[in-house]
């Protein structure tokens, strides 16, 4: 019997969630995720040294800030994961713009033409960026452009839909996020079936196939195997190189759970502003907590690969 990886591919598009590229090479999946944390991580390994001496050489000669120095390492491991990946790598706008919709949509616009100068076309690239009422609006902008966006720290049905009417082409819903929130509230103990973020991805799945919304979904964000073959049929699964090789060493069966046939039940559909937006968010503490918490780990750990690079800056000077 083929591994759960090779079936899951049979019906789920595979992503890689991690900047980590020997792992990439190794699974083969389809597409590739970064954001500020992974980043951070695979720039302290020395087999991206290269692409951090490039950034800093550039931003040496250029006189260029830590920022733009940060923008040009994102590009860097980007430009290399599309050497790898046959399909789509998600680049994240800077999280301490994600209250500010004219400034994400700069930003996205700037990474596009960024890498369009390395040669590589906006069609193989997603922009990443919080699905608050800012960002959707950003998208909204950027969709009509013919800037793809994936819409990331993801909690509840009505980040779904915002973004779903802003045109996004992709949503990140965070499953194992969701499922810390309630552990530590209290909740449990869940199964695979009854785990809170695996719940919340289906649901928006379902809203999504029952009425026609073209957004694709990604589960992301997981805590075990158990939460992915839950999971398994949705759209796409951004997954970890850790989980990626337990499943790939699993020979055991795993069953369809998601289908566009039979995405299950869904709420009537529901009009959106900002105002019922807003209240809506506010009414789920779950999702008001994780978005804002989310937002501010990213912040911090791009503040912290800014610091790094300024260090780097100051030494080469």
């Known amino acids: 019997m083929p591994s759960k990886l090779d079936q899951l591919r049979a019906m789920t598009t595979v992503v890689a969630d991690t900047g980590d590229m020997d792992s990439i090479r190794a699974f083969k999946p ?26 800093v050489a550039w931003g040496r000669k250029a006189g260029a800030p830590a920022g733009a120095v940060t923008d040009r390492l994102a590009i860097n491991f980007g430009a290399e994961l599309t050497r790898i990946v046959p399909g789509r790598v998600s680049t994240e706008v800077d ?12 930003k996205a616009r700037k990474l596009i033409a960024d890498y369009e100068a390395r040669g590589v076309g906006r069609e193989r690239i997603l922009i990443k960026i919080a699905a608050n009422w800012e960002g959707a609006q950003a998208a909204a902008v950027l969709q009509r452009e013919g800037i793809d966006c994936n819409l990331t720290l993801m909690f509840s049905l009505p980040q779904a839909i915002a973004c779903a009417d802003a045109g996004a082409f992709l949503v990140s819903p965070f499953v194992g996020r969701i499922f810390d929130w309630h552990v ?10 009854t785990d ?26 997981f805590r075990n195997a158990g939460e992915i073959e839950a999971l398994a049929g949705c759209d796409r699964l951004t997954i970890s190189p850790q989980l990626l090789d337990e499943l790939a060493k699993d020979q055991g069966p795993l069953p369809r759970k998601m289908s566009p046939d039979a ?9 959106l502003d900002e105002k019922r937006f807003r209240w809506m968010l506010n009414e789920d503490a779950m999702a008001t907590e994780k978005l804002a918490e989310g937002i501010r780990t990213f912040a911090r750990d791009l503040a912290a690969l800014r610091d790094m690079v300024g260090r780097r800056l100051a030494k080469a000077a």
Request: without cysteine.
């Open 196 to 221: 809170p973020g695996v719940l919340s991805v289906r649901a928006i799945y379902a809203y999504y196939k029952t009425y026609g919304v073209s957004t694709v979904v990604m589960g992301a964000s």
């Open 184 to 193: 530590k509230a209290g909740g449990g103990p869940y199964t695979a079936e």
């Open 30 to 55: 389809t597409d590739s995720t970064t954001n500020p944390s992974l980043i951070l991580k695979a720039a302290q390994l020395p087999a991206y040294a290269h692409l951090v001496d490039e950034a």
């Open 95 to 106: 999280a301490d713009l994600s209250f500010d919709t004219a400034g994400t949509i700069a």
């Open 263 to 271: 995405p299950g039940p869904a709420p009537t559909r529901i009009a």
